[in-house]
């Protein structure tokens, strides 16, 4: 992927703690803030990670980072307010959601014999590959988190999961009934993961500029998804013992 890189911007005066490092450029990438201050025979380079970074604050044409260490990074520029906005997606990004997962996607990790095993993986993951698209083109980050919506997520896969027990047992009955409580049983680790995701999202959205609640947000968000990843597997090898009504 491209990096994506804003300035530099040029700035008056950049001051580390009660340090004053003199005039300099801020330019901000993906993942790094990159502070560049002048001396009289060369340039001094000061390198912040996105995620290292709590909050941040304007005053005028003051931009004030503060990091998770307790450092305050002090930089003044007339681009001040813009750089902050741009910080703050910066820092509020969604994270990268399915590439580390085992199952996702693939055959990996599955002893799954039966044809409609890829068929069926995506249909349980789509509710999240879904809220995950809509999350993305979202224009704030109030409907970022809105889009992972924890009863819309709960309803779509208990929907799926009982649908997985009509198509292998066409007539209402106690086979079926017992296949969709064995599915359900399964899946409660990541019924409780949404209602983990839901109290997180309710903290981040009465506060969006706190990153610290932000993050909390995405990390339970990464872990939803590897928890449905985890509970696929269970998913999978219980579906595998019931085959599908010819």
């Known amino acids: 992927m491209t990096t994506r890189v804003l300035g530099p911007v040029s700035a008056t005066g950049v001051r580390v703690g009660r ?10 990438d993906d993942d790094t803030i990159t502070v560049t201050v002048r001396s009289a025979t060369e340039d001094h380079p000061i390198r912040l ?3 290292s970074v709590d909050s941040v604050g304007v005053a ?17 520029s007339p681009n001040a307010g813009q750089f902050a906005m741009d910080v703050l997606s ?15 996607g693939s055959r990996r990790g599955s002893r799954s014999q039966r044809d409609s095993s890829a068929a069926e993986q995506q249909r349980f993951f789509a509710p999240l590959l879904e809220a995950r698209k809509l999350a993305g083109a979202a224009d704030a980050p109030t409907a970022t988190i809105a889009a992972f919506d924890g009863g819309a997520l709960s309803q779509a896969f208990s929907a799926a999961l009982h649908e997985f027990a009509s198509e292998r047992y066409a007539q209402p009955g106690p086979a079926r009934r017992a296949l969709e409580a064995e599915l359900d049983e399964l899946a409660e680790p990541l019924m409780t993961a949404i ?25 339970q968000l990464r872990s939803t998804f590897e928890i449905a990843d985890r509970v696929w597997l269970t998913l999978d090898v219980a579906l595998d013992a019931t085959p599908l009504t010819q």
Do not use: K
Not at 19 to 28: E, P, S
């Open 19 to 28: 340090t004053n490092l003199g005039a300099g450029t801020v330019r901000l």
């Open 49 to 51: 990670s996105v995620d």
């Open 60 to 76: 005028g044409n003051e931009l004030v980072l503060a990091l998770r260490d307790g450092t305050r990074v002090s930089i003044d």
């Open 90 to 104: 910066r820092c509020r990004a969604i994270p990268e959601l399915t590439r580390a997962l085992r199952t996702f």
């Open 195 to 219: 209602t983990a995701l839901v109290e997180a999202g309710n903290g981040a959205r009465s506060a969006v500029d706190d990153l610290v609640l932000w993050r909390a947000w995405a990390t």
